[in-house]
């Protein structure tokens, strides 16, 4: 499994520079006005995994299988959107089916790209918003208490589980907070899930600087990042036109253009890491002659779960999970190299999967 991440901001941030930076297309239309993406441009694209290479070196692996991700730019949004200003109604739709909220923030002036509030101001356009998917929340969080009435007079279980949870959620976002700010039990967290409240998705502030500010940042992104940290989130700086053009590149002459702009990898590379940290996501592999593959799973996934990413069978019928840490792996120039250094070990169902395990799961079919 991957997941996927809306990319979203106010009109002329950058957005659809930045994915076809990231997808290697030109699908998204990058154009200075506001709306030039009206449709969701998708883009499917490998996780970059320098150990996923290495393993299939040593494998001799046929075939090199990453993960995947899903980028999804979603409409530009302006203010009023709660309300339908603009493409309001199908931003909020949009943004309902991602697991995550790439926010992407002006930090660069240039006066031939118009600004859809006519000035550079990353701290407000994050705060623009914010206060439109907390607008869109109470409207929703109204509607939804409304309907559960009957139920709670019937004492539906259920219903008061989620009536005390859009309670929280309505007084958290009067207060002006974003419901992701409530704590919730793990005996609600399912349920939580279901409520689909805009402001609960996890958001990294994407900080789309000038070129000669991507190494570094900038001033504008100096104050991205102080909001970050004040709302205990993250941020990434990137140059969108700096990515798009090392997307048209061969990989040596990138390296090389990296170098010159005193860049050690590609924003991709960057956003990605702090997407898998947002979600709280791990990769683990397998690898043999016909394929090195990499899997992605949740923080603290136990062995069976992690084997049911690649079948349901694995994990109904699980046995063990034949476990080598990758370092180990690579010091003993393979599977059998770590079994004979003592390095291999038969994990059972309690055991919770590291990143970077080489995993070989035993089951019952």
């Not at 990058?30 to 009206?38: D, G, L, Q, R, Y």
């Not at 970059?48 to 409409?75: C, G, H, W, Y």
């Not at 140059?239 to 048209?248: D, L």
């Not at 923080?299 to 084997?307: C, E, H, I, Y």
């Amino acid at each position: 499994m991957g997941f996927k991440m809306g990319i979203v901001g106010l009109p002329n941030v950058g957005k659809s520079t930045l994915f076809n930076a990231l997808t290697k297309t030109a699908a998204a239309q990058a154009a200075n006005f506001p709306f030039c993406t009206i449709e969701p441009n998708v883009g499917d694209v490998a996780v970059p995994d320098a150990r996923l290479d290495k393993l299939a070196e040593i494998a001799k692996s046929q075939n090199v299988i990453p993960t995947r991700m899903t980028f999804v730019d979603i409409a530009g949004l302006v203010k009023g959107a709660s309300k339908g200003e603009g493409l309001g109604n199908q931003f909020l739709a949009n943004i309902r089916e991602v697991d995550a909220i790439a926010h992407v923030l002006r930090c660069f002036e240039d006066g031939d790209v118009t600004h859809v509030e006519g000035r550079v101001d990353p701290v407000e356009d994050a705060d623009t918003i914010e206060t439109e998917l907390m607008l869109a929340d109470l409207e929703s969080i109204e509607k939804r208490r409304a309907g559960l009435v009957r139920k709670l007079k019937g004492n539906d279980k259920e219903a008061q589980q989620q009536d005390r949870l859009l309670t929280a959620a309505q007084a958290m976002l009067e207060d002006g907070k974003p419901a992701r700010m409530v704590e919730v039990d793990a005996e609600d967290a399912k349920a939580w899930k279901m409520l689909q409240l805009l402001t609960t998705k996890p958001i990294l502030y994407v900080c789309n600087v000038d070129e000669g500010s991507s190494a570094e940042g900038n001033a504008f992104s100096q104050k991205v990042a102080a909001m970050a940290t004040e709302q205990g989130a993250a941020h990434v700086v990137i140059s969108a036109q700096i990515e798009e053009e090392i997307s048209q590149l061969e990989t040596d002459e990138a390296e090389m253009f990296l170098s010159e702009m005193g860049l050690e990898e590609p924003g991709l590379d960057r956003l990605i890491r702090a997407g898998y940290d947002l979600l709280q996501l791990e990769t683990y592999f397998t690898a043999g002659l016909k394929e090195a593959r990499a899997w992605t799973i949740r923080n603290g996934t136990a062995a069976p779960q992690a084997a049911g990413v690649i079948h349901g069978d694995f994990e109904r019928g699980f046995i063990r999970a034949e476990t080598i840490a990758y370092n180990d792996y690579v010091e003993h120039n393979g599977e059998q190299g770590a079994k004979e250094a003592g390095k291999m070990r038969a994990e059972g169902k309690a055991y919770i999967v590291k990143d970077g395990d080489v995993l070989h799961f035993l089951f019952n079919t």
